[in-house]
């Protein structure tokens, strides 16, 4: 392929994007921009807690698609030569072997945020935060996540104390008072995180969790896998129709995890035959209970949550957050629970509800302007972009863009499962084919 890519963002969609161009014949020369001085890590892969797990086992991490063994080895030479498939190892690890990987691209590293773009009829200029712009024929936007939606009702001096953390991916100094009661807002992995890293560093006080369902993930266990998918594509296109494929199989003995897990293959054909109101169903009532099943904690990491809740030091709540205000030297968070409303002390808050999924709500200059030139719409729900099936942007006239492209959780608009290694490698794969099939 001639040209130039410029793959915009340079975390692990970023840095599997370019590694699978860089391995096509005549691959295009690359550019990632990415203001973080290295590249591959993103906001999963960056921590420095050796407690912060992959939440999927080694012998599924592999960067690529056909050598399913390649982060394993990697792993064996490089870490933990006694690893076996089942293990599951340090994200900060996993980030060291997408940074060799990206390393042995080629790729130019640019180390600026892109805050403008111009799309021409056979290519596209970045713009750049200092002004400069980059031409190339065509562009992978990989901005991944976004912090979450802000808490409502913050009060001034609340946010002026430090008390309360709208980035839980941000390094930021936790409460110097160890034995100081924190609040997480959510209980999905990030809020499991934020336990993890807050004992890791010593703190001992309580950690409640809050969260509108008060369901914490559950862990993984090993289970023989199913042959084939619980839900078949055949099935009636509804949310309850799913629902009764899934627990007919349950209860016919096949494992919950197993069940689950043989849904990753069809979940995004099943996704796509969903009507928006059954898509909609699913999110409003099963949305919560599919998410902890499916997103789940190593087992070492679910027995120290397990023993956190037994003690007490641990606990989660159901309720609704209402506000966060300073009230007698303390900060007090008011959370309206099934019972009433009630005040939790905090010293610390922080909101763990995961990244913001309306991309017209987030302070990007650069997403501002796809919205703004038409360029892109957002998707399902109003969620990230609308894409098509190679990841091609569709724009606010409906086509497809032949210059535009994006790859992993910004795919979410379309796609139901985008957001994990083994399926943004595959994208990264077939995103790689199709542009150098295509430019040729
Ligand atoms: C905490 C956590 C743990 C996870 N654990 C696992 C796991 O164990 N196994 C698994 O399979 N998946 C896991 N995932 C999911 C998965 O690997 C992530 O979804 C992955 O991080 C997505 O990478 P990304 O590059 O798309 O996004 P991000 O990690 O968000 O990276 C995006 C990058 O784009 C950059 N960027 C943003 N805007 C611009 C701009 N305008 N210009 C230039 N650069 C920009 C950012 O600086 C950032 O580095 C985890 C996700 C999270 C959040």
């Known amino acids: 392929m001639a040209g130039m890519v410029a793959i915009v963002g340079g975390g692990a969609s970023g840095a599997l994007v370019a590694t699978h161009l860089a391995q096509q014949v005549n691959p295009p020369r690359l550019v990632v921009m990415e203001p973080s001085a290295e590249l591959g ?25 056909d050598a399913p063994d390649h982060f394993l080895d990697w792993l064996r030479g490089e870490d933990d030569p006694s690893a076996d498939a089942g293990v599951f190892a340090p994200r900060m690890v996993y980030g060291r072997y997408l940074r060799s990987l990206v390393a042995g691209s080629g790729a130019v590293h640019c180390q600026q945020a892109a805050v403008g773009l111009k799309v021409e009829a056979d290519a596209a200029s970045v713009v750049l935060a200092d002004g400069e712009s980059v031409r190339a024929e065509r562009v992978v936007l990989a901005l991944g996540h976004f912090p979450p939606v802000d808490l409502p009702r913050i009060s001034a001096e609340a946010l002026s104390a430090g008390l309360y953390h709208r980035d839980p991916w941000r390094d930021f100094l936790l409460p110097s008072d160890r034995d100081a009661p924190v609040v997480l807002i959510g209980t999905g992995l990030t809020s499991v995180d934020m336990v993890l890293r807050l004992r890791e560093q010593g703190h001992r006080g309580p950690v409640t969790m809050v969260s509108r369902h008060g369901l914490l993930s559950l862990g993984h266990a090993a289970c023989e896998p199913c042959a084939r998918p619980v839900v078949l594509e055949g099935t009636m296109p509804s949310a309850r129709a799913y629902l009764k494929a899934f627990r007919d199989a349950v209860r016919d003995g096949v494992p919950w995890r197993a069940a689950i897990d043989s849904l990753r293959a069809t979940s995004n054909t099943l996704w796509a035959r969903l009507p928006a109101g059954e898509k909609m169903r699913f999110r409003r009532r099963l949305f919560h209970y599919w ?51 009630e005040s939790l002390v905090a010293s610390c808050v922080i909101n763990c509800t995961g990244p913001v999924t309306d991309y017209r709500r987030v302070e990007s200059p650069l997403l501002r302007t796809l919205f703004l030139e038409g360029y892109a719409v957002a998707g399902d729900m109003e969620a990230t972009l609308a894409t098509d099936a190679h990841g091609a942007l569709e724009d606010a006239s409906g086509a497809c863009s032949r210059v535009l492209y994006a790859i992993g959780p910004m795919r979410a608009g379309t796609l139901f499962e985008t957001t994990a290694i083994p399926e943004i490698r595959q994208q990264a794969r077939d995103l790689a084919l199709h542009l150098t099939g295509m430019c040729s």
Do not use: C, K, W
Not at 303 to 310: I, K, L, N, T, Y
Not at 311 to 321: D, E, T, Y
């Open 41 to 65: 890590l993103g906001i999963a892969y960056a921590t420095h807690s050796p407690s912060h797990l992959l939440n999927v086992r080694a012998g599924n991490m592999s960067a690529f698609p």
């Open 291 to 341: 998410s902890v099943a499916r997103h789940r904690m190593a087992p070492s990491i679910a027995e120290q949550v397990a023993r956190e809740r037994r003690s007490g030091h641990l606990v989660v709540r159901r309720g609704h957050v209402r506000d966060l205000v300073i009230s007698g030297g303390a900060g007090r968070l008011t959370i309206v629970t099934s019972r009433g409303t």
